[in-house]
Nanobody, 115 residues
Framework: QVHVVESGGGLVQAGGSLRLSCVASGLIFTIIPMDWYRQAPGKQRELVARISRGGTTIYADSVKDRFTISRDNAKNSVYLQMDSLKPEDTAVYYC?????????WGQGTQVTVSS
């Protein structure tokens, strides 16, 4: 059974930093890409960052040069380092794993950035 669990959200002032963590189990972590998404109130869920199994990364334009996605295959974990946070980054952040044709989501972690 696949499980995805995020942690690390919280309340931070604009300009501050947070680091989100995600652990995935029940799959072969080393062979799949991993994604971070976010969903703000009243908005659609959007892709924030993706890291391939080989470490190639892509970012949404809105977070480029501020967020960094990384992975530790030995720990079945993916991270999102968020720097220079803005109020518009406020959202629930979700980790996503695609495994055997299905999408697996965590429960989400709330990030709130105050101005």
């Amino acid at each position: 059974q696949v499980h995805v669990v995020e942690s690390g959200g919280g309340l931070v002032q604009a300009g501050g930093s947070l680091r989100l963590s995600c652990v995935a189990s029940g799959l072969i972590f080393t062979i799949i890409p991993m994604d971070w998404y976010r969903q703000a109130p009243g908005k659609q869920r959007e892709l924030v960052a993706r890291i391939s199994r080989g470490g190639t990364t892509i970012y949404a334009d809105s977070v480029k040069d501020r967020f960094t996605i990384s992975r530790d295959n030995a720990k079945n974990s993916v991270y999102l380092q968020m720097d220079s946070l803005k109020p518009e980054d406020t959202a629930v952040y979700y980790c996503n794993a695609q495994w055997v044709g299905s999408n697996y989501w965590g429960q989400g972690t709330q990030v709130t950035v105050s101005s």
